[in-house]
């Protein structure tokens, strides 16, 4: 099923666009990475720990509460992902779950930040 269905999203565009395409995706891939891995990685938690956890005791005490709601996060996401995955694999509503969870996400961002 996967080849075919490959074979025909591909059939019609030739082998100049869809190389393009594909550098395109894996240019994305790669900055999306690295934007990722510099800001979750080094720019967050020395923020957390000395401006937002600022009121804690001690950088200690606010990089030990920003590993755990790391760790809790990361957590969900590995339980609820293959779940939401298959629904929405089975309903084929992909688009329909990415503007729910899109739109969700936007409303509980602004209301955290209001």
Known sequence: MSTNAFSMAYADIDEHEYKRRI???TM???ANSAF????LAVVLPIYYSQVAGATLPSEAVATSYWSLGLAISLFVVAILSPILGTIS?????K???LSIFAGWASSVQGCWCW
């Open 23 to 25: 550098r395109a995706w």
């Open 28 to 30: 994305y891939d790669w």
């Open 36 to 39: 990722a891995t510099t800001i």
């Open 89 to 93: 694999d089975v309903m084929r509503g």
């Open 95 to 97: 688009k329909l779950f």
